[in-house]
C-alpha cells in the first residue's frame, strides 16, 4: 500500500518528489469502511428495488463515462407509467452487479516534486522527456513573474524550442479556453508548460486535450448534463505544471474548470488523462501572490478538504463499475484521501492566516503550497460537494462583484471566494450523515470538542468557520456582500442542479428533485448573509 512518507519527512524536507502509481484498494482494514458482507445484507423491499431499479433506467447518460458516477442520483426525472411497469415485470431477475455499493478505491495523482528552487530544473525535465517544442502557457501577471523567467531559461539552456501564450483569463470562460486552443493548434507542440495558478493550469490542460482531438466538438468531454461527457480514451501529450498560487491542486488533477457562459454556471472536463505529468510546486513561486490571492486560493483549500473529508464514502455509492475505467476519479471518502485531506485542514487552519497577514512569512506560505497540493491529491480522488457544486452558479452569475486586490480587468468573485460564502451552512447541513468526523474537522479549527454533544456536530463546525472568514480579513458575510439579493437564489439553485458529478457526493441531500431544489434554496439563503 503507499505510504505517503513525506508526511514522515515534513517538515525537514528540502526538496522531495513523489510519484503516486495508481493502487487500487479492494479490501479496507478500517472498520469505518466495513463492507456489509452480502451474507448480511438485508433485502431491499421489492418498492424500494423498482425504484432504483427505475432510477438507473432513467439515467441518461452511457453508464460507461467515467466522469460522473451516481446514477442513482437524480436529475433524470420524467417518470412515464410504461417505464415503471416494465420495471416491474423485471423484478425477478437477478439484480446487476453494477446496481450494488462500490467495493473498491482507487488513488491516483500527478508526479510531484516540491522544493525551493525546483522550477529551474524544467528545461532538464523536457529534455529527459525527449520533447522539443513547447507551448509555454501563463497569464499577463505570472508572465513578469521570476517563476516565468527560470522556465524560459531552463528551456533555452537545453536548447528547447517554445512558444509562449501569456493571455490566459484569471478564471477561464469556454471563449477564452477556446482562443487559447486556437493560438497552440499551428505550433503543433510535443509537450506544454503551464506557469500560473488554477486558471492557467486548467486552460493548458484544455489545450492539451483540444490538440489532441482537433476534430472534437468544445462540449463533447465537458461534464454531462451539461456536455457530453465523453471519455477521453488515449493518452495526452506531457504537461509539466507548475503552480504560483496554494489553492486548487490543479497540478495533482485531471479535472479543469471553465465558465460556460450560456449556461450560467461554471463547469468543467474531468478526466485521469488530463493529469499533469509532474508537478512542480517550488515555494518561492507563490511569495509574489497579494494578500488577497492568498486568502482566496487557501480557502480553496480548506473547502477541498473539509470537503473530501465529509464527502460520502466511496462505498457507500453506487453504481459499482462494472470494469474498472468506468470508476469515476471523485469517487467519496476513503482511507488513504483521508489522510491526506485531514493534514491539508490542520496545516489551512494553522498557515493560511498567517500567510494572508504577513508577506514575509515564507514558512507559511511553502506550508500553504505544500497544504494545497496535499488537498488535491485527497479531493482529487474523494471528490468535492455542495460547497463546490453552489460556487460554479455564484462566480457565474456574480452580479458585478470585482473582490479586492486581484489584478483583473472584469468583475471577479474568486473561486476560493465563491466556495467558501456558503461553508458554515453547508456543513452545519452534512454534519447529520457523520457527526464524528465534523467533530474532528471543528477539532481541527481548535474547538475543545470534549464537552460537545454528537448532535450540535453541525452547530458548532459552521460556527468555527465562520469564524475562521471573520478573522482572516477581507471576506464577504454572505452571498449579500457579493450583490446577489434573495430573489437571485432561484437562479442559482438552478446553475447547482446540474453539478451531478459533485452533488452524487453530497450526504444528506435529496435524490429526489424537488426535495432536492429545497434543500439547496435554504442553504443559499441561508449563506445571504452569516
Ligand atoms: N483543476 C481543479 O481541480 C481546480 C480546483 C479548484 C479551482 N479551480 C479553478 O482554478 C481557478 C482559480 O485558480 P487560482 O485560485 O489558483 O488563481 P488564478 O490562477 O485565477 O490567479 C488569481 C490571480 O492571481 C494572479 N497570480 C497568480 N499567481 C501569482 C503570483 N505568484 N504572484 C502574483 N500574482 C499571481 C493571477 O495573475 C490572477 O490574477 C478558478 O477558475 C477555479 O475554478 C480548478
Ligand atoms: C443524514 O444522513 C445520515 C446517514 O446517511 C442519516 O442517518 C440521517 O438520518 C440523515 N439526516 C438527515 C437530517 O437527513
Ligand atoms: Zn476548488
Request: proline content about 8%; some cysteine; aromatic content about 6%.
Amino acid at each position: 500500500m503507499f505510504v505517503p512518507a513525506f508526511l514522515q519527512l515534513h517538515p525537514h524536507f528540502h526538496l522531495f518528489s513523489l510519484t503516486l502509481t495508481p493502487v487500487s484498494l479492494l479490501h479496507c482494514p478500517q472498520a469505518k469502511y466495513n463492507m456489509v458482507s452480502p451474507a448480511i445484507r438485508v433485502a431491499p423491499s421489492a418498492a424500494n428495488r423498482a425504484l432504483n431499479l427505475l432510477r438507473t433506467v432513467q439515467y441518461t447518460h452511457p453508464p460507461n463515462c467515467p466522469c460522473h458516477g451516481n446514477p442513482n442520483h437524480h436529475h433524470h426525472h420524467k417518470q412515464t407509467p410504461s417505464l415503471l411497469n416494465q420495471v416491474k415485470r423485471h423484478l425477478a431477475t437477478p439484480v446487476d452487479r453494477s446496481r450494488e455499493k462500490e467495493y473498491a478505491f482507487e488513488m491516483a495523482a500527478s508526479s510531484i516534486r516540491f522544493g525551493p528552487g525546483a522550477t529551474k530544473e524544467v528545461g532538464m525535465d523536457f529534455t529527459n522527456i525527449g520533447a522539443k517544442r513547447v507551448c509555454i502557457v501563463t497569464d499577463s501577471n505570472v508572465a513578469k513573474l521570476d517563476a516565468m523567467k527560470q522556465a524560459v531559461e531552463g528551456l533555452t539552456r537545453e536548447g528547447i524550442q517554445f512558444t509562449i501564450f501569456d493571455k490566459v483569463r484569471t478564471e477561464p470562460k469556454d471563449s477564452s479556453i477556446k482562443e487559447a486552443i486556437e493560438f497552440c493548434k499551428p505550433y503543433k507542440p510535443d509537450a506544454f508548460l503551464a506557469v500560473g495558478g488554477g486558471s492557467v493550469i486548467d486552460t493548458a490542460k484544455l489545450m492539451n486535450l483540444y490538440t489532441a482531438y482537433p476534430e472534437a466538438d468544445f462540449l463533447d468531454f465537458v461534464n454531462a448534463p451539461l456536455g457530453k461527457g465523453r471519455p477521453v480514451d488515449k493518452p495526452l501529450l506531457p504537461l509539466v505544471a507548475v503552480p504560483t498560487t496554494a489553492g486548487t491542486g490543479s497540478e495533482t488533477t485531471g479535472t479543469a474548470i471553465f465558465d460556460l457562459v450560456s449556461k450560467k454556471a461554471k463547469t468543467g472536463i474531468a478526466h485521469r488523462n488530463l493529469k499533469p505529468t509532474l508537478g512542480i510546486c517550488d515555494p518561492l513561486n507563490t511569495r509574489t501572490m497579494p494578500s488577497a490571492v492568498h486568502a482566496a486560493s487557501g480557502l480553496d483549500v480548506l473547502c477541498h478538504s473539509l470537503e473530501s473529508w465529509t464527502a460520502i464514502p466511496y462505498n457507500e455509492r453506487t453504481p459499482r463499475p462494472t470494469n474498472p475505467i468506468n470508476r469515476p476519479a471523485y469517487q467519496g471518502a476513503n482511507p488513504i484521501s483521508d489522510i491526506f485531506s485531514l493534514a491539508a485542514l490542520r496545516s489551512t487552519v494553522k498557515y493560511l492566516p498567517r500567510a494572508v497577514r504577513d508577506p514575509d512569512d515564507h514558512e507559511a506560505q511553502s506550508e500553504m503550497l505544500l497544504a494545497a497540493t496535499l488537498a488535491g491529491v485527497g479531493f482529487g480522488n474523494a471528490g468535492v460537494h455542495l460547497c463546490h457544486g453552489m460556487s460554479y452558479p455564484i462566480s457565474s452569475q456574480n452580479p458585478g462583484y470585482k473582490h479586492h486586490g486581484y489584478e483583473v480587468d472584469h468583475p471577479i468573485i474568486p473561486h476560493g471566494v465563491s466556495v467558501a460564502v456558503t461553508a458554515p451552512a453547508v456543513f452545519r447541513f452534512t454534519a447529520a450523515s457523520n457527526p464524528d468526523r465534523h467533530l474532528a474537522a471543528a477539532e481541527a479549527f481548535g474547538v475543545d470538542i470534549s464537552n460537545v454533544k454528537r448532535e450540535s456536530a453541525g452547530e458548532v463546525l459552521g460556527a468555527a468557520i465562520a469564524e475562521f472568514l471573520v478573522k482572516l480579513g477581507g471576506q464577504p458575510r454572505g452571498l449579500k456582500d457579493l450583490g446577489f439579493k434573495g430573489s437571485d437564489v432561484d437562479g442559482l439553485v438552478e446553475g447547482t442542479i446540474p453539478q451531478q458529478r459533485v452533488l452524487m457526493l453530497a450526504p444528506n441531500l435529496s435524490t429526489e428533485l424537488q426535495a432536492e431544489r429545497g434543500e439547496l434554496r435554504k442553504l443559499l439563503e441561508q449563506s445571504l448573509d452569516y
